[in-house]
């Protein structure tokens, strides 16, 4: 079946430092890519995604671009934030069937 | 305000009482699925819904029984809960792809 496959970390950065993680997937067809991001104590939120290849999604200074010839879907932010830390997972979702979730990265950024 | 609402948001329970939390969203959504968060396993999902009267089993269904009688609501029914149930519980409703995520159920079977 499908699956996600993303870096565990944690990830711990001084602020203003470059920002990538990586995720990778297994699936059938064309999926739509995702990126969701959880803060301490909340449900998660959608951070950006893209819907077919090439496609570059970007929301909060993060960017994520769909590429289909290496199956990655990687996370980067040029300059990250105390704010930004948090758990960010990868996802795919194929029309009609389930949604798939990477197991998580935990970001933590030092001021 | 558009939403997924959860209830109750935490719950204590002994092995074996059945119990059922609520879902429900305002937004008109068609797809609405259940996950569980587990430290180190990331989110799972439990059962799904394309559509009223229309359920499927996602990655951990056992354990585990769903409805769809109403477009707004699916409710999770733990029929005999055990102690590996203890976890996070989040339920999500879905336009076009995108996952709108309710605050989430702590629950702990004892």
């Known amino acids: 079946g499908d699956s996600v496959t993303q870096m565990e970390g944690p990830v711990t950065l001084s602020e203003e430092a470059f920002l990538t993680i990586n995720c990778t997937y297994t699936a059938t067809g064309y999926p739509s890519l995702f990126w969701y991001v959880q803060y301490p104590g909340e449900g998660l939120q959608l951070l950006l995604k893209?819907?077919?290849?090439?496609d570059k999604g970007s929301n909060k200074g993060f960017e994520a671009t769909y590429r289909k010839e290496t199956t990655s879907f990687h996370l980067e932010k040029g300059s990250v934030q105390v704010s930004d830390s948090a758990v960010y997972f990868c996802?795919?979702?194929?029309?009609?069937?389930?949604?798939?979730f990477g197991p998580g990265t935990r970001l933590s950024v030092l001021p | 305000e558009a939403q997924v609402t959860q209830n109750p948001r935490y719950l204590i329970t002994v092995t074996g009482k059945k119990l059922t939390v609520t879902c429900s969203q305002n937004m008109n959504h068609e797809y609405m699925s259940w996950y569980r968060q587990d430290p180190g396993l990331g989110l799972r999902q439990i059962y799904y819904?394309?559509?009223?009267?229309?359920?499927d089993k996602g990655d951990v269904p056992e354990g585990y029984k769903v409805s769809r009688k109403e477009k707004r609501n699916f409710p999770l029914i733990l029929e005999s809960p055990s102690p590996n149930q203890t976890s996070l519980y989040f339920c999500?409703?879905?336009?076009?792809?995108?996952?709108?995520f309710g605050p989430g159920t702590r629950l702990l079977v004892l």
């Open positions: 819904s394309m559509n009223v009267e229309v359920t």
């Open positions: 996802a795919l979702y194929n029309y009609g069937q389930n949604f798939v």
């Open positions: 999500a409703s879905s336009l076009r792809g995108t996952q709108y």
């Open positions: 893209a819907t077919k290849a090439d």
